[in-house]
């Protein structure tokens, strides 16, 4: 019996050490091609982008920060160059407890990021780069309509713009049918409240209820809950 209280205490004992190292998160990797510059670590508080710590570069592009998180959610990686260009100098990842490994170039800091390390990350690449199909889609298709000749052809023209609002309607609908498949994911909040807020409450509510207990509990399954009972009350 002694013996079964000895490892129930040592259970315990290695689960409370282990606790504050459970959402414990290091952003590391290189800015190749980097001599001189600041770099930050940021997310959004209170719907303020904060700092959260940040690092003199000095002759080395290497980096590592720490940093403790409740629940995966947005965060940034925000260079400030020696030649006050502010231009593309912004990293957007999704951070998430762990070990994750961004590598970049000094002068295409955020086209150029590799991100590793982070599942809901590659969910949002993932959507990203269908999105983007649809968005060159439609950019397409504003372009043309911008053409002289479209003026001259009310049928042409009708026809561009019908196209166009199947275009966004099949983008919103993946949108949400991503979210809806992804409800495991804290990806799936995320859009639900950053790409179709507005959406018919039924769908949202559907979506909310299918989150597991652990989206539901994050950042952005507590907002989407609280965007929910604001809708539910206009």
Not at 42 to 56: F, I, P, R, Y
Not at 91 to 111: C, H, M, R, V
Request: glycine content about 6%; aromatic content about 10%; charged content about 25%.
């Amino acid at each position: 019996m002694k013996y079964l209280y000895f490892f129930l205490i040592l259970g315990l004992l290695i689960i409370s050490c282990g606790s504050p190292h459970a959402n414990k998160m290091e952003v590391s990797g290189t800015v190749k091609g980097l001599k001189k510059g600041t770099l930050y670590l940021q997310k959004v508080e209170d719907s303020v982008l904060a700092t959260l710590d940040s690092l003199e570069m000095r002759g080395n592009g290497d980096f590592t920060f720490e940093t403790t998180l409740e629940s995966p959610e947005i965060y940034y990686l925000y260079l400030q160059k020696a030649d006050n260009n502010d231009i593309n100098d912004r990293i957007t990842f999704f951070g998430e407890p762990g070990k994750i490994t961004i590598n970049t170039i000094w002068n295409a800091f955020d086209s150029k990021a590799v991100i590793e390390g982070s599942e809901t990350q590659k969910k949002l690449e993932e959507y990203q780069e269908v999105m983007s199909r649809f968005n060159a889609e439609s950019l397409g298709q504003m372009q043309a309509a911008s053409d002289s000749t479209f003026f001259n052809d009310p049928v042409a023209l009708d026809s561009l713009q019908k196209a166009n609002e199947r275009n966004l309607k099949r983008s919103y609908l993946y949108a949400i049918n991503y979210a809806m498949s992804n409800s495991n994911s804290h990806i799936a909040p995320f859009i639900a409240l950053s790409e179709v807020a507005d959406a018919n409450v039924k769908y949202l509510d559907s979506l909310y209820i299918s989150l597991s207990p652990e989206v539901a509990q994050g950042k952005y399954g507590k907002a989407l809950k609280s965007h929910l009972e604001s809708r539910k009350t206009e």
